[in-house]
């Protein structure tokens, strides 16, 4: 089956959800009028000067050329719209499902008991399985256009709008709501055997280590592979209550807090809007940082001798901070 049908399929099978999708059957009719186009030019061509074509490359009547009108004036754009579109459904649903899952106190308990009475227990953890497929088979989708783009104009410009995209943090696969997604059914599958019918979603997706450095690895098909490294850029050392940046680089929190020079107490949305990402450099990227509290459970329970003597390590820190904090406070109010 073409990917195409299939996608057109699975997205049939998600209409009651109102999920946004690619349009993938309509930008593949901007690059089939593009071709189209481009062919006919070439073929009037020809006729008009046979002579110095002739002998020439079937190539050259199968691609665009480039810079090209046709395409880059509704293609690029159109993509854009719709990655935009599927990026921000996917990453607020995906909070919602974590929100609800990592619920706590009277909370928990509205949300067991509503389940409960709706007959529909296990539907957030449903959810959530179903927006990864979502994610991945969007992730695919992207990626397969792209490629077709370069492929009939010749050229790497679909590469080129790939690595922009990831740098506006419009990827899908760099979500980091797709990491706590990925880190939940990890510890549901290793801690209660839940794996359910979209099981084979996760077969490929584990935590391994490789000389005692923890990754996330998911292979869920040819085309999309994520290796996610789980080792802090700032302390070299295993992630210990990892937070995600708005950049969707990953850091332990105390080492965030240092990087972006602020205290744990006043949080990282304290952090000047200056402060830079100390990887990439890109300013402002502390306000909007994500705690990744599933993979923090997964971390914990996979290196359990690490996590209890970096727990010690970090509580005597955390109570020196917090106690130089309030002093400071105190000497400030009484105004010495």
Known sequence: ?????????????????????????????????????????????????????????????????????????????????????????????????????????FRKYFVWCKEKFQGNHGAVIQEGKDLVGYAIINAIAMRKILKKYDKIHDSNQGQVFRSQVQSMHMDILQSPWLCELIALHINLRETKGIMGNDSELFEGCFL??????????????????????????????????????TCGHIFCFMCACKSGSVTIVDGLKAAEPTAKCPLCREAGVYHGSLHLDELNILLGRSCPEYWEERLKTERAERIQQAKEHWESQSRAFLGF
């Open 208 to 245: 391994i280590f490789n000389d005692g450095k923890p990754s996330l690895s998911c292979e869920v098909s040819e085309v999309v592979k994520l290796e996610i490294d789980l080792t802090c850029s700032i302390c070299l050392d295993t992630l210990f209550d990892p937070v995600c940046l």
């Open 1 to 105: 089956m073409k990917f195409c049908k299939k996608y057109k399929e699975y997205m049939e099978t998600q209409d009651q959800k109102k999920l946004p999708g690619v349009g993938f059957k309509n930008l593949k009719k901007i690059l089939k009028r593009c071709r189209r186009d481009v062919t006919d030019s070439q073929n009037s061509l020809q006729s008009q000067s046979s002579s110095f074509l002739n002998g020439s490359s079937d190539k050259s009547s199968a691609t665009c050329i480039h810079p090209c009108p046709v395409c880059d004036g509704s293609f690029f754009p159109s993509l854009m719209k719709e990655m935009f579109m599927v990026v921000g459904c996917f990453n607020e649903r995906a909070q919602k499902v974590l929100d609800v899952h990592l619920a706590t106190g």
